[in-house]
Every structure is written in C-alpha cells, then in structure tokens.
C-alpha cells in the first residue's frame, strides 16, 4: 500500500486553513491522492520526498477548489503525477 508521511497540521498548511474541522476530509482525501498515484503506477514515495508533497498540495488545492482555481491546480497535479509515473523511483527502481 503507497503512504506518505504528512502530519494533518501540514496538510492544513497547504490549503491554509488554521482549524481543524475539516481534518477528516483532509484525511480522506490524503487517501484518495495515494489511490490516484497508485493507479498511475507509482509504488512507491521514498521517505522525505518533497515532489509528493508538492503533489499533495496540489491535489488538495484542486479538490478545494482553492482562491477558485481548481482547474489550474488539477493540470499542474495531472502533469507532476505524470512525471512521477514515469520516474524510475516512483516505480520502485533506483534513481540514476
């Protein structure tokens, strides 16, 4: 199963919100960023890797509809998910 080790207070961080009720949909949908990745061949995030938080940032920007630009927040996701499925790394490979 692909995980990425992010606290909820960082997850909030990224769509800058300061409360914590909307921690469980945050939650939720750290999980469906992982399934999405998944499904486009990542499998695996190595530890510490800053492109899958910027991924995740992305993705929950888009979902947010964050300042109303979740259209430009999902091609900017789609492409560094693209990426990140062709990487040798993400595959579970070794970098070169």
């Not at 990425?4 to 990224?14: D, G, H, K």
């Not at 939650?27 to 800053?50: C, F, Q, R, W």
């Not at 888009?62 to 998910?81: D, G, I, L, P």
Request: aromatic share 8%.
């Amino acid at each position: 199963m692909l995980t990425v080790t992010i606290s909820t207070e960082a997850m909030r961080e990224m769509v800058r919100i300061s409360h914590d009720k909307l921690d469980m949909e945050l939650e939720a949908l750290k999980e469906a960023y992982l399934t999405d990745l998944s499904m486009s061949g990542v499998n695996t995030i190595p530890a510490g890797d800053m492109l899958s938080w910027a991924a995740l940032r992305l993705y929950l920007r888009w979902q947010m509809n964050y300042n109303s630009e979740a259209e430009r927040y999902r091609q900017a996701y789609e492409a560094t998910k693209i990426a990140m499925s062709l990487a040798s790394e993400y595959k579970g490979g070794e970098c070169p």
